[in-house]
């Protein structure tokens, strides 16, 4: 049997090099950066909740990570969360696809480590006020903080907001205390 192809009903092949000259470079590689930075903040945030639930293999044995190790996961993935984020954006800058996009990528680079100061700041000044651990998550001008306790006291409120807006100048309002024990 043969195929007679009339004009017009021919179908086009997917051509990478189309695609890009059609879309140019650099929007594709900022659409990959956001979808990469989304994914790692997905991570992040869905992946602190679970951690406590798996289980690793130590000495052929499997053994259930205690909940003790919150706060030390969900400090590890918001630093792999955020270094894949550093990652990306340090990728937008090399491919020297636009002032602009770099630019961009050099401000958000710029926020991120800021904001990675001011966590540490904030957790360094929460434990030295006697709370056995904390993790503190900035997100724009809110921060969460997680403090290992099983009630928190009015006073200790007020000292953990304090440390935030000093450390941080975020305002009192704009920050939510979570208590773990």
């Known amino acids: 049997m043969r195929i007679i192809r009339t004009e017009g009903s021919e179908k086009k092949r997917f051509s990478p090099k189309e695609f890009i000259n059609k ?14 930075i989304g994914a790692a903040v997905l991570l992040n945030v869905f992946l602190p909740k679970n951690a406590a639930k798996t289980t690793g293999q130590a ?7 205690p909940e003790e190790n919150f706060f030390a996961v969900s400090t590890l993935n918001r630093t792999k969360a955020r270094d ?12 020297g696809q636009g002032e602009e996009a770099a630019e961009k990528a050099l401000a958000d680079i710029t926020r991120i480590s800021a ?11 929460i434990k030295a006020k006697g709370f056995e651990e ?18 928190l006291l009015p006073n ?8 935030a807006y000093t450390s941080a100048q975020i305002l009192p309002e704009n920050v939510v205390i979570t208590p773990k024990n």
């Not at 540490?120 to 000044?125: G, I, K, R, S, V």
């Open 115 to 125: 904001d990675m100061e001011k966590e540490a700041n904030m957790e360094t000044l």
């Open 156 to 163: 200790e409120i007020a000292q953990i907001k304090e440390i």
């Open 59 to 65: 000495g052929g044995q499997s053994v259930s990570a």
């Open 23 to 36: 879309h140019g470079k650099r929007t594709l590689a900022v659409a990959g950066g956001v979808l990469i």
């Open 84 to 95: 894949e984020a550093i990652e990306v954006l340090h990728t937008v800058i090399d491919l």
């Open 134 to 151: 904390c993790i503190a998550v900035i997100s724009g001008d809110s921060v969460n903080v997680v403090v290992k306790c099983e009630n």
